[in-house]
């Protein structure tokens, strides 16, 4: 088994005005991430809960433009699909109404509205708004497929409330797919193969087999799906997902996008308890008609705004120099979200 988690500490001294200027020791640190190679840096500070968001204040901003995605306005404002791809133009199940975005994020790019209520906390979401948006998406990727012959690479994403980039609170999936894979999404592809031609097994199952053993990062196992805490996390908290068995997500049983469902409310628990209000998501697909090297796998980011001045958490570090921060361990982190699995 190839698993290599690799990491270097290194220290920075100041000397400290709160104690009369004794000198001060910190500790950083850089993490490899164990199949893309990309570095991160962890500064394990003692922060427990973070500080409660003032969520009217949120959601009354941008409250005089109407929302495109409340029931009143989403059949007529919104995009329709050609009746020879989807029939009737958009795709319905439950309260989700899935159709065409408006920006081309891709060749084919989707938007799931899950909800009728506009704005939804995290308490109230339910394994059934999950699993009917899930579930959507995956519908639309087996018809993409079967319609469209170059489209080879997509996944499912989220952007949780403005703090996430996400510009409408209205809760909405966004499914891209098309003929090139994003850059993380080929970074994992080609990890994928290179461990598999050196090592002859699957990186993400050796990952589980690992992690299980070590139980350090290991958080707990729904049906196929299991959760992790992230080696080299992408963001404050990064918790992932990885579902045994599975290269695509088109491959996905509604059994396993229950487990998933199931899985999530749990991290959203844990969001609740340590005040994380927001967060982005991608679920992510393998090379489709590719090897089966890969393994479908989700991260789930938390985002939020730094106080006093309520600034962006996304700096120079994420912006220029494409390495994330994290201010807590993933080992604590695991800790942590293991209570409410
Ligand atoms: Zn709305």
Not at 273 to 289: I, K, W
Not at 296 to 301: D, H, L, S
Request: proline share 5%; with cysteine; glycine share 8%.
């Amino acid at each position: 088994m190839g698993i290599a988690f690799k990491s270097r500490q290194q220290h920075a001294k100041i000397l400290n005005p709160a104690t009369g200027y004794e000198e001060k020791t910190l500790t950083l640190e850089t993490r490899w991430d164990p199949l893309t190679k990309r570095t991160v840096r962890v500064l394990d500070l003692p922060i427990k809960k973070l500080e409660k968001l003032d969520v009217d204040a949120m959601l009354q901003k941008g409250a005089e433009v109407p929302c495109p995605f409340c029931p009143d306005a989403v059949e007529q404002v919104t995009p329709r699909f050609a009746d020879d791809f989807i029939q009737g133009g958009r795709l319905r199940f439950g309260e989700v109404f899935l159709f065409p975005n408006r920006l081309p994020f891709d060749r084919h790019c989707a938007v799931a509205v899950l909800t009728r209520q506009h704005y939804l906390p995290l308490a109230d979401f339910t394994e059934e708004i999950l699993f009917n948006g899930f579930s959507t998406a995956c519908v639309y990727l087996r018809r993409l497929v079967e319609v469209d012959p170059a489209t080879r690479f997509f996944s499912i994403n989220w952007n949780y409330l403005p703090m996430s980039g996400g510009s409408i609170i209205h809760p909405h999936l966004q499914i891209i797919g098309g003929s090139l894979p994003t850059q993380y999404q080929g970074a994992m592809i080609q990890g994928g193969r290179r461990y598999h031609k050196q090592w002859g097994t699957a990186f993400w199952d050796d990952l589980i087999a690992t992690e299980q053993a070590l139980g350090e990062r290991y958080i707990g196992a729904l049906g196929n799906t299991v959760w992790l805490a992230s080696y080299a996390p992408l963001g404050f908290a990064d918790i992932m997902a990885v579902v045994r068995d599975r290269c695509s997500l088109v491959e996905l049983t509604d059994q396993d996008i229950r487990n998933f469902a199931q899985g999530l409310l749990r991290v959203f628990k844990y969001f609740q308890e340590f005040n994380h209000y927001s967060f982005n998501l991608a679920l992510f697909s393998g090379h489709y008609g590719g090897d089966d090297s890969f393994r479908v796998n989700a991260r789930v980011v938390t985002r939020r705004l730094l106080p006093p001045s309520g600034a962006s958490d996304s700096s120079y570090f994420e912006k220029l120099h494409g390495e994330s921060i994290s201010y807590k361990k993933p080992e604590r982190l695991c800790e942590e979200v293991r209570g409410c699995f």
